[in-house]
């Protein structure tokens, strides 16, 4: 009996050492860019457009097996929206930048050099910075955000925390050490971007909302099992 114990032990361990032997740790960085608008309502005579901006990060993917992984990220982002009028020339446009950590799952499928790869999971997000653009009469004005710190200046502040979810799906290639990867993306944000003490008659929640395009390199740091 106790070397039937010693033998169960035995397969047990070697068991546990073949699943660590298969996870694996990458590190990459990306860039592309976005575009983006802002859900909800826009005045009478205006209508939404689309605006274009810019990301960049690091990220990092823990491999449970070949198929699954975790793949946390920071990312620097340039969201935002803008609504112009459909009778004259006159718009307002806001870019806002984003300090954003998304913690995705990550699933991939294919060969040993191309594989196809979709992403799925919820993201924080800090509005750190951006600046307001407005066109009046042919007149172009340009101004960085002004923070409000509190309701009762003017019974509205902005909301610069934001989560929400992110999902996608890409291509890899290995090349190297790692991959070089190019994924799309949407990003649904879940908090409203304003604050009001009393919200505007017919106000809707108005959150951000992007397409988001990045080529990257991944460089696997642990060997392959």
């Not at 990220?59 to 990312?75: A, D, I, W």
Request: hydrophobic share 35%; no cysteine; charged share 20%.
């Amino acid at each position: 009996m106790k070397k039937w114990k010693v033998v169960a032990l035995s397969l047990a361990m070697a068991g546990a050492t073949a699943n660590t032997s298969k996870a694996q740790l990458s590190v990459g960085a990306k860039g592309g860019g976005t575009l983006n608008t802002v859900s909800g309502n826009t005045p009478a005579g205006t209508e939404k457009d689309m605006t274009f901006g810019y990301q960049f990060g690091a990220t990092v993917n823990y491999g449970f097996n070949k198929t699954f992984s975790l793949q946390p990220e920071v990312v620097f982002i340039q969201k935002g929206g803008k609504a112009s009028s459909t009778i004259t020339e006159d718009y307002a446009q806001v870019s806002a930048n984003y300090v954003e950590i998304p913690l995705l799952a990550k699933a991939q499928f294919g060969g040993e050099k191309f594989k196809g790869f979709v992403v799925l999971g919820p993201y924080a997000g800090y509005w750190a910075g951006g600046k307001n653009k407005t066109s009046v009469l042919g007149t172009e004005t340009k101004e960085s955000i002004d923070f409000d710190n509190d309701l009762d200046d003017d019974g509205y502040k902005q909301n610069r925390i934001d989560l929400g979810l992110n999902g996608g799906l890409g291509m890899q290639y290995a090349l190297g050490r790692g991959n070089i990867f190019l994924d799309a993306r949407y990003g649904f944000g879940l908090f409203d971007m304003n604050k009001y003490k009393t919200e505007p008659e017919g106000y809707k929640t108005q959150a951000n909302r992007s397409v988001e395009v990045s080529l990257g390199y991944m460089f696997r740091l642990s060997k392959e099992g």
